[in-house]
């Protein structure tokens, strides 16, 4: 099971900048199965943010922070927009940066990751594949199940 997370206003769509996101959602995915982990808002009291910063750690008005904390054991993050210094903190904290046009769809997003797993073709899929086989869980949802494609045939 992998860890995805979307900056995403409604679940529905990513339509969000990673670091001005007022809202993240987690999913767990897994072949033909994503199941709702967490989602976040973020208060405009997070979203102050500093200029000039570099590197890794921040001050208490770095409004990167608290999303990072947030997506923490995430294999990947989708957003309309990143910034290149949350790439750069993402990358170092082990999760895959990843822009899409506004507006994409998390449910094709999804079974993308879900046919990945399944049958590969996404190079940070098998790597996070690597990098979680020993440490599956079988935690309980905490929120909706979806059903996503398992194989090719299922999206005809």
């Known amino acids: 099971m992998l860890k995805i997370a979307f900056a995403s206003s409604d679940s529905q769509k990513v339509d969000l900048h ?3 996101a007022e809202r993240l959602v987690i999913y767990d995915v897994s072949p033909g199965r994503a199941d709702l982990d967490g989602a976040q808002e973020f208060l405009k009291a997070e979203q102050i943010g500093e200029s000039g910063r570099n590197g890794l750690s921040g001050s208490p008005n770095d409004k990167v922070i608290p999303k990072l904390d947030f997506v923490e ?3 990947a ?3 309309a927009s990143i910034g290149s210094n949350s790439i750069r903190r993402l990358m170092a904290a082990g ?3 990843i822009i899409v046009d506004e507006g994409h769809d998390v449910l094709d997003l999804l ?9 590969g073709g996404l190079p940070w899929v098998e790597k996070a594949k690597k990098k979680t086989q020993n440490t599956a869980s079988s935690a309980t949802p905490k929120g909706e199940t979806r059903k996503l494609a398992s194989s090719i045939e299922e999206l005809e």
């Open 111 to 119: 079974n993308e990751v879900s046919l990945a797993l399944v049958y």
């Open 77 to 79: 993050v989708y957003a």
């Open 95 to 97: 999760i895959q940066p």
């Open 18 to 20: 990673f670091g001005g």
């Open 73 to 75: 054991g995430c294999a």
